[in-house]
């Protein structure tokens, strides 16, 4: 008999938003068992997994025998036959006298942590948003000014893009949602002149020809990351020998970032091997491609100093990152990350082979979408102990007061497109085991202090939407898809007007976004777009003749009525773009992640319709105690 799909995760089927029921078709499914290492002349499930216990303070329990009970801090409670009601938040052990193995036991506060007050956030694509200091793209430098400006006009919080690390070769990846890496920064993201070295004597020409021409990059329309990265990456480089000159010590790993460090000298070697042989692991040669393995010793042995330059730029990132908290920052989890990167390299063991994360075709997209992603395998994951999971978790949390889950279906569900499968609508929903993942993101909230935002859009089940309100986890809602005014939106939400990946609202305004979209040779979707503007008209309560900064400020007076907890508006509908972030359905078409704003960061104290939208956000909103 062939595997028991149900037990290995696979749905039946999915119901689509018109209602109507989709099974997979059968090659899709084998393909997907094969994916996750299932024999497929075997029946039954997976392995099991080790013990696990996840529970709440207090709660209590029986032991299944005597066990002596350690907790995380290394604390020996000894022999214990019901769980003390007064155990403490963590990741605990139970060894059982008899010799089988220990039980992890997770002691969960079950619900987030909810945002104080009820503020209003300025929304940053940090790439796209430059001043006259920036080289040609975003930095935390620019961050810094950002959030001073945004709490000076009465701003509680900064949302920001990914800032995940993508790889150090060329091509650059400009999308923040394919990165390399989820728990690292980016180096592109470096202010160069406020790292370690800049004003050693040795790096003095060096660093003055790469500001006059990286400068002059700013005046581009367009982001052009390769050519930024050649002049930060020559600068940082000598950079780093000036402080090596000086006497200081390599980074080592626990330096860079402390108790959450322990992935990071994996990813430091990462990046070296990269330098040498490419950004995709899977093409190296085969004696580097097993983390684990003596090739790999050898080469971190070889190639100490490069290691360490990696290291030392994470260490870098980390303390400008912290210094540019100038108010409390919402940061964003992208739902995966590059099959070629460094995170799956780490954890190829743990993921399904050639399959991808997508989603099923709907009404935008009828072919469905492949995001290239590779997912993990649910038993591989649970086996581990959900370790990448936590080590993601505690890597965005750092430095922020929230964090929004880009695709929070996925800690329920995921869409698989099959191995070899011809198109995105191949596949199947994979469940993953979501009371688990549920509680370890309230447990690592709680100890970040942070709330958590779900982006919960498209196609979700009413029961996912149920769990993630009774977990305390913010829905999002968007003035382009809601009916209702905002004074009627729940509480438990965050409110904007779109996301980057739909129309700004210039673009929706002014027609040019449909107008862009087609000719692009995009399908558009005419009584969808009059809706959209029809919802922008009667949010305003203006006519189509009334000039865009007079719509800019009356949208987000009246987005400032909304019940939820927190207001986000974009930077780039206050400052008037009118391109879209990202284009979906376009690769070299379109500039994706690449557009700059039309102002800089040193215009904003003055521009008349971004202080405007301040003050109106500010005047319906309360915002946090400082």
């Known amino acids: 008999m062939p595997p028991d799909r149900d037990q290995w995760g696979i749905a039946g089927g999915y119901l689509d ?50 066990a002596d009970l350690v907790l995380e801090d290394g604390t020996d409670l000894g022999r214990t036959d019901d769980l003390p009601v007064d155990l403490p938040l963590g990741y605990h052990e ?50 810094r000014a950002i959030a001073r400006w945004a709490r000076s006009a009465g701003a509680g919080m900064v949302a920001l893009n990914p800032l995940h690390a993508h790889g150090p070769g060329f091509p650059q990846e400009p999308s923040p949602y394919f990165p390399s890496s989820r728990r690292f920064l980016d180096p592109l993201n470096l202010r160069v002149e406020d790292v370690d070295g800049a004003d050693h004597p040795s790096v003095a020409t060096t660093l003055a020809s790469a500001v006059e021409a990286g400068r002059a990059l700013t005046a581009r329309p367009t982001i052009d ?26 980074p080592s790993a626990p330096t860079v970032l402390g108790t959450e460090g322990g992935g990071v000298r994996s990813f430091a070697l ?116 959900y370790a990448p999971f936590v080590d993601t978790l505690r890597a965005a949390f750092r430095h922020a007061a929230g964090l929004r889950i880009d695709h929070v279906m996925g800690l329920f569900r995921l869409w698989w497109v099959a191995p070899g499968a011809p198109t995105p609508a191949s596949g199947g929903y994979v469940r993953y085991p979501s009371s688990d993942l549920l509680d370890l993101l309230a447990l690592e909230a709680h100890r970040a202090g942070a709330f958590v935002v779900g982006e919960d859009l498209g196609l979700v089940e009413d029961s996912v939407r149920a769990e993630l309100a009774a977990r305390r986890v913010l829905s999002t ?33 002014s027609g040019t976004d449909a107008l862009r979209r087609r000719s692009l040779g995009l399908p558009v979707d005419d ?19 009334t000039p865009l900064e007079e719509v800019t400020v009356e949208a987000h007076r009246h987005l400032a009525d909304a019940g939820s907890s927190v207001v986000l508006a974009a930077l780039a509908d206050v400052v008037g773009a009118d391109q879209r972030v990202n284009v979906p359905g376009t690769t070299t078409e379109w500039p994706n992640w690449s557009v700059a704003l039309p102002l800089g960061v040193e215009q904003l104290p003055g521009d008349p319709v971004a202080s405007a939208v301040a003050e109106a956000l500010t005047a319906g909103r309360t915002p946090p105690p400082r």
Request: contains cysteine; proline residues 9%; charged residues 20%.
């Open 477 to 509: 809602r968007l003035a382009w898809f809601e009916d209702q005014p905002p004074s009627a939106w729940p509480e438990g939400s965050v409110a904007s007007l779109g996301t980057h990946d739909l129309a700004t609202l210039s673009g929706v305004w």
């Open 527 to 545: 009584a969808a777009e009059e809706r959209v503007r029809g919802r922008l008209a009667r949010l305003v309560g203006r006519d189509g003749a």
């Open 225 to 250: 990351r390769d050519q930024v990265w050649r002049l930060k990456r020559a600068v940082l480089e000598a950079c780093f020998l000036a402080v090596r000159q000086r006497g200081g010590p390599p």
């Open 17 to 66: 938003l018109d209602g109507r029921w989709h099974e997979p078709a059968p090659e899709a499914v084998e393909a997907m068992l094969a994916a996750m290492g299932a024999d497929l002349d075997a029946d039954g499930g997976p392995p099991d997994a080790p013990r696990q216990w996840f529970t709440r303070p207090g709660a209590g329990g029986q032991v299944l025998g005597p």
């Open 270 to 385: 990462w990046c070296a091997i990269a330098d040498r042989h490419g950004d995709d692991w899977r093409r190296w040669p085969a004696s580097l491609r097993d983390p684990d393995g003596a090739g790999v010793r050898a080469f971190a042995v070889a190639e100490a100093d490069r290691v360490a330059f990696h290291l030392w730029l994470q260490q870098q990132l980390d303390r400008q990152h912290a210094a540019a908290v100038e108010l409390p920052l919402l940061a964003d989890l992208a739902v995966g990350f590059n099959p070629g990167g460094a995170d799956a390299w780490e954890w190829q063991h743990l993921l399904a082979g050639d399959a991808r994360v997508g989603a099923p075709p709907d009404e935008f997209n009828h072919l469905g979408q492949d995001w290239g992603l590779p997912p993990f395998v649910p038993h591989r994951l649970r086996a581990s102990g």
């Open 94 to 143: 139970l060894r059982p006298h008899d010799g089988s193995e220990s039980t992890l036991l997770v002691v969960s506060p079950g619900t987030c942590p909810t945002p104080v007050g009820r503020p209003w956030g300025l929304a940053v694509q940090l790439y796209a948003t430059r001043s006259a200091a920036s080289w040609g793209i975003g930095d935390l430098g620019d961050l």
